[in-house]
């Protein structure tokens, strides 16, 4: 399929907090992603959104140094990333949530959220001041500090995932199919506390298989098809379009 850029020139003109320019990656001799380039601007949401294999995941990977390009850059807030570690990329600002939650499911919530925060443990005011706003983001999880990971429910599980991933202090937080498992009304909740994690200042980057959810709180969108982007623009524009309504969103 040729490639539809709907990008306007305002959000060319922008410095991206995060971008893949013209990226290249393979698996052994098999090539996953071929001439990606994908950016986002600060505190924006970017949702990249495909089928299954469609190579959003190993995206992932990539930022966070999982992975290396054979071709391309990875660049955050203006520096490569190629070069550094997962640690590195970590304490630059970039956390990602990974799929299926994760979490450690014979810590406390409470532990699960000092791992979190291990990068910045020696910034213990930091540390505090995220720990406040992780529990006014997600109250029940305050209510249930104590408790063990492993007996909260799907979507709280998710909650503490993300609220985990905050605890490192991220500029730019990455999620891995953060619906997955949760029912339609969770989903709705979810994506409700993610657009507000990007009203506070983050940039926040979403795979998703649930292109509707996705797009829904996006303010721009990718479309993956074979390793390929095969659509991109305002995430309003791309729900219009005939191709992601027919394919994606069940239109």
Request: contains cysteine; aromatic residues 4%; charged residues 20%.
């Amino acid at each position: 399929m040729t490639q539809a850029v709907l990008t306007p020139p305002e959000v060319q003109a922008g410095t991206a907090e995060l971008e893949l320019s013209h990226v290249d990656v393979f698996y052994g001799k098999v090539q996953i992603l071929f001439d990606l380039s994908i950016r986002a601007l600060p505190g924006q949401i970017v949702a990249v959104i495909g089928a299954n294999g469609a190579g959003k995941s190993t995206t992932l990977n990539l930022i966070v140094g999982r992975l290396r390009p054979s071709a391309g850059e990875v660049s955050f807030r203006g520096r490569s990333l190629q070069q550094r570690s997962v640690e590195q990329i970590v304490a630059s600002g970039i956390a990602c949530v990974p799929q299926r939650r994760r979490i450690f499911s014979t810590l406390t919530v409470r532990e699960n959220l000092d791992v979190g925060a291990y990068v910045r443990r020696h910034d213990k005011r930091a540390v505090q001041a995220t720990l406040d706003e992780v529990f006014e983001l997600f109250p029940v999880l305050e209510r249930k500090a104590n408790e063990m990971g492993g007996v909260l429910s799907g979507g709280e599980q998710q909650m503490l995932a993300i609220a985990r991933g905050l605890m490192a202090g991220p500029r730019l937080l990455l999620l891995d199919e953060p619906s997955m498992g949760l029912s339609p009304k969770l989903t709705t909740e979810m994506f409700v506390d993610i657009r507000r994690i990007a009203r506070a200042g983050r940039t926040v980057v979403i795979v998703e298989q649930n292109a509707f959810a996705a797009l829904s709180v996006a303010d721009r969108g990718y479309v993956l098809e074979g390793g390929r982007v095969a659509l991109e623009g305002p995430a309003a524009q791309l729900m219009r379009d005939d191709h992601v309504r027919a394919a994606y969103l069940g239109a």
